[in-house]
Every structure is written in C-alpha cells, then in structure tokens.
C-alpha cells in the first residue's frame, strides 16, 4: 500500500500561484510515476501533469506554459507549481501515484479556487 498526503491547495485570484505538494509513504516503489489530476464540478477527471521516476514529464494543453511539475525522489514527493492561475483552473486536485504495472494509487484531494 501507498499513502499520499497532499497540501498547498486554497484560494487565489486570477493570475495568482499556488504549490501544491504531494508525500508517498509505505511501499513506495523507485521506479513510478507521479502527478496530479483534477476534477471540476460537473466534469470527469483530468490528467493535469505527470512526472517519471526518470524525469519525463506531461502536462495537459490547457497548463502547459502556467504549471510545472517536479519532484524529490529523495523524499518520495511531488510537486506541482501553478502560475497564471485562471478561474477555470478551480477544481480538486488529486494526487496520483502508479507502479506501471498496473497499481494506482490517489490522494484525498486538495480544492483550488481560483477567482476571477
């Protein structure tokens, strides 16, 4: 089992930044991916970004330019830093973690609201 715990979501105003942070614990495989996905009232579930244990990266169109995922193998940890912040950018966000074979594993979600 997998354990994530997230922080950083909140409050900000259009064109505002926020950074969200996501911790794995417990059997935490070297070789994974992370990232976060998100979801607004209404709509499905949405990759946002996502990070390799290699370092490749992938972002949704809609983010690419504003938000940039990272993150600290060393601690297990994953971050995604969002500029530019947009009202249609409010949503929950979730982090996720996968083994590649097959394994998911999400966190409770953090809101982000963006206001316009």
């Known amino acids: 089992q997998v354990q994530l715990v997230e922080s950083g979501g909140g409050l900000v105003q259009a064109g505002g930044s926020l950074r969200l942070s996501c911790a794995a614990s417990g059997n935490v495989f070297s070789i994974n991916t992370m990232g976060w996905y998100r979801q607004a009232p209404g709509k499905q579930r949405e990759l946002v970004a996502s990070i390799s244990s290699s370092g490749s990266t992938r972002y949704a169109d809609s983010v690419k330019g504003r938000f940039t995922i990272s993150r600290d193998s060393a601690k297990n940890t994953v971050y995604l830093q969002m500029n530019s912040l947009k009202p249609e950018d409010t949503a929950v966000y979730y982090c996720?973690?996968?083994?590649?074979?097959?394994?998911?594993?999400w966190g409770q979600g953090t809101q982000v609201t963006v206001s316009s």
């Open positions: 996720w973690y996968s083994t590649g074979f097959g394994d998911n594993y």
